[in-house]
């Protein structure tokens, strides 16, 4: 029996993941060996297909995944999810569903007659999780469920679900992984969905949809087109909101915090023990830093305790290596009401070049407990323009 279908059948933690993933893909354990580990997998290239159709279908239940999380029965792994207000740290949460969807597109393009995997699966982003409860108690155990919902020709969505023993469903997320080769340098074919039935088929449209939203999305950048009329008026209104009647520059409201007010920055040094099964930084662990700046920005803008209620749009656009030095700035983008919407945005400083490179860009919304101020753009009118 295969590796991906021995974690199929049997319930397991999610600290023996790693281990597991490297024993498909045939990683280092070792820091210090994965240079030699890396020429290894290079020999990999030749099992590569060099079209989808010479690949198997595979279908939805191939890629079944069932884990248990056990932090009502193990107090020491407790421990490592617990936070200060004595529930669940939500950047823990997001790692374990970033390992867990990389193994999921693992098992739906595991080749039975290979010892190893030749492909190089990586998160490309994620494209939403909602939170379908406020807390996720720490003394009960974790149920995560999930399989391929979508196939491309080198991408694969990945949706999961969380539930504890109290509810049904804690969370839903949709991860978008990508195919590359064994040296992660170019694009690799992935096997192609078959589907069973109507469900099946329900499901799989609404992976297109979701990919339909995503090109929309990316094609709607103001560096690309102009704000729209409802865009423009919002903008303009915020402008008379702020304006000095005796023209004198602009005035904040009321209640109100400039955008400037509301930043807050960290570093991260990027250490091996960090690392993914390629030897970069594993996507999980700059979820779990950019979450919890984010939401140590909304507490510290709306001074209480903040809920996060979603996670959209986090986009992996260059991979984060050994020894980097991470720049995070979060950045209370956006209030109404109870709810603040705060952007984190990842760069490498490169100390030698002094060279900065984005990484990837966050978007997390949270609930407050109570209404919470109006975030203005900043005092200069040309930068109001610009946003």
């Known amino acids: 029996m295969s590796p991906i279908k021995i974690l199929v ?22 820091w210090q060996d ?5 020429a290894e997998r290079a020999s990999l290239s030749q099992y590569l297909a060099q079209s989808q159709d010479q690949l198997p279908a595979k279908r939805m239940k191939d890629s079944m995944i069932e884990a248990h999380l056990p932090l009502g029965s193990q107090p020491a792994l407790r421990e490592k999810y617990l936070n200060s207000h004595n529930s669940v740290r939500f ?19 595991w080749n039975e007659e290979l010892q190893r995997s030749p492909l190089s699966i990586v998160t490309a982003l994620v494209d939403q999780i909602d939170m379908r409860q ?4 720490p003394d009960c ?10 196939v ?4 694969i969505e990945a949706t999961m679900h969380m539930s504890q023993v109290l509810f049904s469903n804690v969370l839903d997320a949709t991860f978008v992984m990508v195919a590359r080769d064994p040296e992660n340098k170019r694009a690799a074919f992935v096997n192609p969905l078959k589907l069973e039935g109507p469900e099946e088929e329900a499901i799989f449209h609404q992976g297109e949809v979701n990919k339909t939203r995503r090109v929309e999305l990316s094609t709607a950048s103001l560096l690309k087109v102009a704000p729209t009329a409802e865009e423009r008026t919002l903008v303009h209104n915020l402008f008379l909101n702020t304006l000095d009647t005796r023209f004198r520059g602009r005035i904040l409201p009321p209640n109100s915090v400039w955008m400037e007010d509301a930043k807050l920055k960290g570093l991260e ?12 930084i594993f996507g999980g662990f700059l979820m779990r830093k950019a979450y919890e700046l984010g939401r140590a920005n909304a507490c510290a803008f709306a001074g209480c305790r903040p809920t996060v209620v ?8 260059k991979p984060v290596e050994i020894g980097s030095l991470l720049l995070l700035s979060s950045q209370v983008c956006y209030t109404e009401g109870m709810y603040v919407q705060v952007r984190v945005h990842s760069e490498v400083l490169d100390p030698l070049t002094q060279q900065h490179n984005t990484t990837n860009v966050f978007h997390f919304t949270f609930r407050l407990e109570k209404d919470v101020p109006a975030v203005y753009r900043p005092k200069s009118l040309e930068t109001l323009l610009f946003f």
Request: neutral net charge; proline residues 1%.
């Open 9 to 30: 059948f049997f319930f397991f933690f999610f600290f023996t993941v790693r281990n597991r993933l490297r024993e498909i893909v045939g990683a280092s354990t070792n």
């Open 34 to 38: 994965h240079q030699q580990v890396l």
């Open 91 to 109: 950047g823990r949460i997001l790692e374990d569903l970033d390992f867990l969807g990389v193994l999921i597109c693992y098992s739906h393009t």
């Open 134 to 137: 406020n807390i996720i108690f």
């Open 141 to 150: 155990d974790i149920k995560f469920t999930g399989h391929v919902t979508w």
């Open 152 to 155: 491309g020709k080198t991408s």
């Open 269 to 280: 040094i990027c250490h091996p023990e960090e690392r993914n099964i390629f030897n970069r």
């Open 310 to 317: 979603a996670v959209d749009d986090i986009l992996f656009r």
